[in-house]
Nanobody
Framework: QVQLVESGGGLVQAGGSLRLSCAAS????????VGWFRQGPGKDREFVAT????????YYEDSVKGRFTISRDNAKNTVYLQMDSLKPDDTTVYSC????????????????WGQGTQVTVSS
């Protein structure tokens, strides 16, 4: 089992940047794919980005392509989500999740979740 802790959220003006971190422990990190998802109050969980266990495969939700970049440092057991050109519509809670090996856009494919970190983008 893997445990995940997110950090890096906060308040930023539109057009600004934030870097979220997802630190993992408890299982060989190089065997897990990690996804980032976001969910607002009363809304379904939305896929943002995912990266395979080795880092060779990444997928992005269309609205974040070209603005967000997912990466990982297996030596530090951490996955990052670099968020640039932020928009007010990006405001919500972001969570990371882990599953074995292959990246997936489907949140139901992930078995371990972090507690989430709030991102607020002011206009």
């Amino acid at each position: 089992q893997v445990q995940l802790v997110e950090s890096g959220g906060g308040l930023v003006q539109a057009g600004g940047s934030l870097r979220l971190s997802c630190a993992a422990s408890g299982r060989t990190f190089s065997s897990v794919a990690v996804g980032w998802f976001r969910q607002g109050p009363g809304k379904d969980r939305e896929f943002v980005a995912t990266i395979s266990n080795g880092g060779g495969t990444t997928y992005y939700e269309d609205s974040v392509k070209g603005r967000f970049t997912i990466s990982r440092d297996n030596a530090k057991n951490t996955v990052y989500l670099q968020m640039d050109s932020l928009k007010p519509d990006d405001t919500t809670v972001y969570s990371c999740a882990a599953r074995l090996y292959a990246a997936s856009r489907n949140p139901n494919a992930y078995g371990a979740w972090g507690q989430g970190t709030q991102v607020t983008v002011s206009s």
